[in-house]
């Protein structure tokens, strides 16, 4: 007999707070959907803890380790929903979002419902995203305290990465070969570092895009190193006129990023062609983070937080009924991401 609960959570909630994440989700095989889907709703719901500005971010972090100790099932207090109901739902301006956290009781229900593997991986990987939150909150100032901090090397900016998104290319990874054995050919530790690198080349797209918006909410993700070999503070980024100063800085973190995006088309290359939807659901963020990358090399006023470099909702559209003609060649798909590759790398 189906579950309305779960059917509830993982339909019509899960679409509300996933936007476009929602349409990768629906074109992956059956089998993969519920826990990557349910691993999506409590991260979802552990992030928009942690963004709470209205609250402080001590409350937002005991919350946040509250949360991950009842996901690991380490405690089962009750009392948790029922403060983050009082605390953090009712400052939701997006009714979703208040009808997730108030939907966690029976999220974590549908939790143990899961497969022992499954639930230990969707744990594993709830955990490691809330890490990378935690990060968040004790590396940077209070949103509303008008200070800003940078981070000092750019090995933090890499190991944060890997906790906000490259260890989803893992779970993903694990993913496919416990619901679809034999589809991978590479070795599993092959493809879970390609995974990774997938993830980080999303994440520091996010990053760089949204690098004037998160100074003004105190976070400067560009590295104190990389920020005083180019001659710059994190003060500097806030004027939007200092753009064109900060484009060495900007061309040198996209080549990182490009190489990150080149295994995800490693990645996406070892999935065989008749594995339609699998193929589909990596090649589609691989487009859309590169014509992200490249409004954003085009964008001479890149730190100014009205110009966000962001591609339309109708261009994902486009990006989407193309790659359905792209897909089943190995030729077509490599063409598609090493071209726009190509195209950001001339305007350097």
Not at 13 to 28: A, D, E
Not at 204 to 220: A, E, Q, S
Request: hydrophobic residues 45%; proline residues 5%.
């Amino acid at each position: 007999m189906p579950n309305p609960t779960r059917a509830f959570l993982l339909g019509p909630l899960l679409k509300g707070v996933s936007r476009s994440f929602y349409l990768t989700l629906r074109v992956l095989p059956a089998g993969m959907r519920d826990p990557i889907g349910l691993a999506y709703l409590l991260a979802r719901a552990a992030d928009t803890i942690a963004d709470t500005s209205l609250i402080s971010p001590e409350q937002r972090l005991a919350l946040l380790l509250s949360l991950r100790d009842q996901v690991n099932g380490v405690s089962h207090d009750d009392a948790l929903f029922q403060r983050m109901a009082a605390e953090v739902a009712g400052q939701q301006i997006q009714s979703d979002e208040k009808v997730l956290l108030e939907s966690l009781g029976p999220a974590l229900g549908v939790l143990s419902q899961l497969s022992d593997s499954d639930r230990r991986a969707v744990r594993e990987i709830v955990s490691t995203l809330t890490e990378g939150m935690e990060f968040d909150l004790r590396t940077f100032p209070d949103e509303r305290s008008g200070q800003i901090a940078a981070l000092g090397e750019y090995d933090e900016l890499d190991r944060y990465t890997y906790l906000v998104a490259g260890c989803v290319g893992e779970f993903w990874t694990t993913m496919t070969y416990a619901h679809m054995p034999g589809t991978l050919k590479e070795r599993p530790d092959t493809m879970s570092a390609r995974g990774v690198r997938f993830g980080k080349a999303l994440q520091m797209t996010n990053v760089l895009r949204d690098c004037g918006k998160d100074l003004r909410i105190g976070r400067c993700y560009l590295p104190q190193t990389m920020l005083t070999r180019h001659g710059l503070s994190a003060q500097d980024l806030l004027l939007p006129a200092n753009s064109l100063r900060a484009r060495p800085l900007l061309v040198e973190l996209l080549r990182k990023t490009l190489d990150h995006f080149r295994a995800a088309l490693d990645y996406t290359l070892a999935i065989p062609a008749w594995s339609v939807r699998l193929r589909l659901a990596c090649l589609w963020p691989i487009l859309i983070g590169l014509d992200t990358l490249l409004l954003l090399v085009d964008n001479d006023a890149w730190l100014d937080p009205q110009k966000v470099s962001k591609v339309r909702r109708n261009q994902v559209y486009q990006i989407i009924a193309s790659s359905l003609l792209l897909v089943p060649s190995n030729a077509r798909v490599r063409n598609a991401i090493e071209r726009r590759i190509m195209q950001i790398e001339a305007r350097f």
